[in-house]
């Protein structure tokens, strides 16, 4: 099996098993016969021994394959995919420290606050266009299945978390729906929602600026380039 092949097959295994266990019916099921905690434990366990080996796939076989995305050399779309980057990186560190009415144990919470308001998903969707941005820079095919594979598994995650939640949730968030968008600033460009500076976790914003920082200054060392 060749690299591009194996990525497909890794991307397959994580993305299947990550959705298809947390489907209704067959969550269901699982938590039914295993218990809640032994089914979250199970879940992260399947999670982890697919996604690793994705990962370790493609840092095994960077830049391979036939080159698809020749863009990389224009003017400007280095540093627009960089800018991308950072923004993004630091917006998914902000949604972990502000967790929306979505995100797991967010309690009461059914209203758009702070980054909630840029996206439903501010941090698994965040990472997915951290992803695409790489794909503007990465063009050769092994790059593009893996970083195109991340973001368009957190387009269809989200999507699939958003189906789960109107299913089994439906009447309580249905205002949060209605004034929140899956891609990012969709809500506010629509005119349904706007965003409140004052609402944002800046404090998670800084981090995450300062975790990306570091993360592009060490880059050539931890995969050079």
Not at 90 to 103: E, H, K, T
């Amino acid at each position: 099996m060749g690299p591009e092949l194996a990525l497909v097959f890794w991307w397959l295994a994580f993305a299947g098993t990550h959705m298809g266990m947390s489907a209704i019916s067959a969550r269901g099921k699982l938590v039914a016969a295993l218990g809640e905690g032994a089914f979250l434990g199970v879940y992260s366990l399947v999670s982890f021994a697919t996604f690793v080996p994705l990962v370790w796939c493609y840092l095994a076989n960077r830049h391979e394959g036939p080159l698809v995305l020749a863009i990389a050399h224009f003017p400007g779309v280095h540093a627009l995919a960089m800018a991308i980057a950072w923004a993004s990186f630091a917006l998914a560190i902000g949604g972990v420290f502000q967790p929306s009415a979505l995100s797991f144990g967010a309690g009461s919470t059914t209203r758009a606050h702070g980054v909630g308001r840029i996206t439903r998903h501010p941090l698994f969707m965040s990472l997915g266009v951290w992803a695409a941005a790489h794909v503007l820079v990465n063009g050769f095919l092994t790059d593009v299945i893996f970083f195109g594979g991340f973001a368009l598994f957190s387009l269809v995650g989200c999507a699939h978390q958003d189906a789960r939640k109107r299913a089994t949730r439906g009447a309580e968030l249905a205002e949060y729906f209605a004034e929140t968008s899956l891609l990012p600033f969709g809500a506010i460009l629509a005119g349904r929602n706007r965003l409140v500076l004052a609402e944002l976790p800046w404090l998670g914003l800084a981090v995450g600026a300062t975790i990306a920082t570091t993360l592009y200054l060490l880059h050539p060392y931890m995969f050079g380039i």
